[in-house]
């Protein structure tokens, strides 16, 4: 049975009152999580982890969420999420530049929108192809616009370095370049982004993508507009990557540099979907912690253990090995992803009575795309 | 006109090797579903480990020998450690794990055997042949010659021998496969095998043309748009797209890259590729897909 089957019938399960109680209850871990990401963090936090580890991993987690959306809910495997998020990056830099009258939040959002639309032709062979054939069609988007932003100086106002400073981030005259700014600005957008997502996934755009991920065929005979759908998704899940880019640009490098957004990029945020959860909104963030807080950690356990005595270069391939192997492990053990694994050990936390019918994504179910 | 003609003999020659790779690929695909990015991983770590015997003064055969035994060594143990716990996965969890393996690939064989760069020298002498006004390199002839001689022998392999008509059947239909007892997992390690002979070949003849060293991994990237056009349960289709991707990949170098002012080698191959995929979707010699509802 599809997920979004079973989604959907959830959704009629507990009606009136006790369906809010269940919601509030639900909800309740998130909004202790929001006061302590908003509130705490940035009281307690110091600006290596916010320069080093919470800004990378929620851009990280932002951009897994957009190739969540075009692979995971709707089925249309992507390679090309580096050049979505270089699109981001530049069309946003361009608009600042350009056009400094516009505040900075509409220029990100605006800057999505292109990367959007940039996406939307990206995703065109789709309507004929798909699996394998469709992920290294993607490629093609991948190296193209990453040469086109290197060849042409117009996007870089004709910089003479290949990497270009991004203006200064302010919202409303208020200066938000220190880390606790630029960690404030990046988990605003982050999570209103994942906010609108995660309604989108139940909205009606969202169970067509699901159907068209199942099987487009079948999709197609019971009426779900494949085409549009396909298209749609590339156009959301390119937006939300291209805002990511925005901030991997503005708020965390501090340039605007095409080599950040390589192939490097889309495999690391495909990882990160797989590791996390395919079908999941919340599978991102624990991917993007995965991947981010791994490399700082290995760095730190092969220093520890052979500081000193083992060059750099050979440490190096140390972390390499560890990383790869781990990445192995992890999908031989929970192939579905860690969200799936992070969800049933929530489960046998809650006492049984409570349980009911569970709501929401379920990435056990939503592996499977081609 | 003779330098047109050079620049596409030169071309096509290169597409020969470009399509070693992809057979690779193709193998691996074809028997076990697995679209294996550890390819390119796996012919630097074959070039690698022969250019370091040879370093230690192994003769050449030998050597080939000793690289050999150690890419069926890695074959079993990825059947083992790798495909075996991830049956019946889905393909992209596969692609995935992949690349994973990609990273452990690279990383052993830098770590045993250095990250310098090696010169590696066939023997093969190169000076270009003249076939009237034209310049051919004499090393890209042995070299496709090579590539030819391993395409038909790999042909004969799975046409005409047990295993490879065993694995033909596990292509076609992997549980029926199974029911007539045929060993899914025993091929697996000898298709892994074979593709990792492959990708000795491939990382001789890439490595003693570019020097062996990392940059071998991205062979895999000029194979992509050969598996694209040639479809990837193909090996005539391998050589097809191999042959047209580099015949494009040196014509547009050299024609189209002027025009917009800088080399265009990165892209301008899959951009074909993508609008042949628009007119053939499962690429020239791939099998098209009949869905069930």
Redesign the interface.
């Known amino acids: 049975m599809s997920s979004a089957e079973t989604e959907a019938a959830a959704d009629f399960v507990a009606p009136g009152a006790a369906r809010d109680w269940r919601g509030l209850r639900r909800a309740l871990p998130l909004g202790l999580l929001l006061a302590v990401a908003f509130v705490i963090v940035p009281l307690a936090g110091t600006d290596y982890w916010f320069n080093a580890i919470l800004i990378p991993f929620l851009i990280m987690a932002l951009a897994g969420l957009g190739l969540n959306l075009l692979m995971g809910y709707a089925g249309q ?1 992507s390679l090309g999420t580096g050049a979505f998020m270089a699109t981001g990056a530049y069309a946003t830099y361009n608009l600042l530049l350009r056009l400094p009258d516009i505040p900075l939040p509409i220029s990100l959002v605006l800057g999505g929108l292109i990367a959007g639309a940039v996406g939307v032709v990206v995703g065109l ?1 789709s309507l ?2 798909k ?3 469709l ?3 993607t ?2 988007a991948q ?2 616009l ?2 086109i932003f290197n ?1 042409y100086g117009w996007f870089s106002n004709y910089s003479t370095s290949s990497s270009i400073s991004a203006p200064k981030l302010a919202i409303l005259g208020q200066d938000l370049s220190s880390p606790v700014g630029r960690y404030l600005m990046t988990l605003t957008a982050v999570v209103a982004i994942a906010a609108v997502a995660a309604r989108l996934v139940k909205s009606q755009t969202g169970r067509a993508w699901s159907a068209v991920r199942d ?1 487009d ?2 999709a197609a ?1 019971i009426g779900v507009p494949v085409a549009r759908s396909k298209l749609s998704a590339f156009f959301v899940g390119a937006a939300v990557c291209g805002v990511a880019g925005a901030l991997w640009a503005f708020a965390y490098l501090g340039t605007v540099d095409a080599r950040s957004f390589g ?1 490097d990029r889309s ?1 690391q945020v ?2 990160i979907i ?1 590791v996390g959860g ?1 079908g999941s909104i919340a599978g991102n963030f624990i991917g993007s912690a995965f991947i981010v807080l791994l490399p700082i950690l290995l760095s730190q356990v092969s220093d520890r253990l052979f500081g000193g005595t083992v060059d750099a ?2 440490l190096a ?5 560890a ?6 492990w992890f ?2 053990k929970e ?1 579905a992803g860690l969200a799936a694994l992070a969800e049933r050990g929530w489960r046998r936390l809650r006492p049984s009575g409570t349980a009911g019918p569970e709501r929401g994504s379920r990435p056990g179910n939503t ?4 | 006109m003779a330098f047109l003609i050079e620049t596409l003999i030169g071309g096509l020659l290169s597409g020969v090797m470009y399509a070693l790779v992809a057979i690779g690929f193709v193998l691996i695909y074809k028997a076990s579903g697995v ?1 294996n990015f550890a390819q390119g991983a796996m012919v630097l770590c074959a070039a690698l480990t022969f250019v370091t015997l040879r370093d230690q003064g192994l003769a050449f055969w030998f050597a080939a020998l000793v690289t050999l035994a150690i890419m069926v060594v890695l074959a079993i143990a990825v059947e083992r ?2 495909l075996r ?2 049956m019946n ?5 596969l ?3 992949t ?10 064989s ?2 045993v055997m250095g ?1 310098s760069v090696h010169e590696l020298d066939l023997g093969i002498v190169d000076t270009p042949v003249e076939v009237g006004p034209i310049l051919v390199s004499q090393f890209d002839l042995v070299a496709a010659a090579a590539a030819g001689i391993l395409v038909l022998a790999l042909s004969v392999f799975f046409n005409v021998t047990r295993i490879g008509i065993s694995l033909r059947a596990i292509a076609d239909d992997p549980q029926a496969a199974l029911s007539i007892g045929i060993r899914l997992q025993r091929l697996w390690r000898i298709v892994w095998g074979v593709a990792g002979f492959v990708a000795l070949v491939a990382g001789l003849l890439w490595g003693s043309r570019q020097g062996v060293q990392f940059s071998l991994t991205f062979v895999v ?1 000029k194979a ?2 050969v ?2 056009i040639g479809g ?1 349960t193909s090996i005539a289709g391998a050589i097809v797209g191999g042959l047209i991707v580099g015949a494009a990949d040196a014509l547009a170098e050299i024609y189209v890259g002027p025009l ?3 080399s ?1 080698s ?2 301008f191959v ?2 074909l ?2 609008a042949f ?2 007119i053939r ?3 020239l010699f791939g099998e098209r897909a009949i ?1 069930r ?1």
């Open positions: 495997a062979p004929r192809i699996g394998f054939y992920l290294a069609s490629l093609a190296f193209l990453e040469w060849q099987m065929t079948a005979v192939l495999f495909m990882f797989i395919m270069g050979q391939n140390l972390q390499r090995i990383f790869g192997a781990l990445i192995i999908l031989i192939p592996g499977k795309i081609f | 679209f450690v790798v716990p991830l996965q889905s393909q992209i969890t692609f995935m794990a690349l994973g393996l990609s990273f452990v690939i690279e990383g052993m830098q770590l990250a990237l992509l748009p598996l694209i990837f917009l002012g800088g265009v990165t892209w899959y951009v590729a993508v995929l628009l979707p499962a690429g869905e509802v």
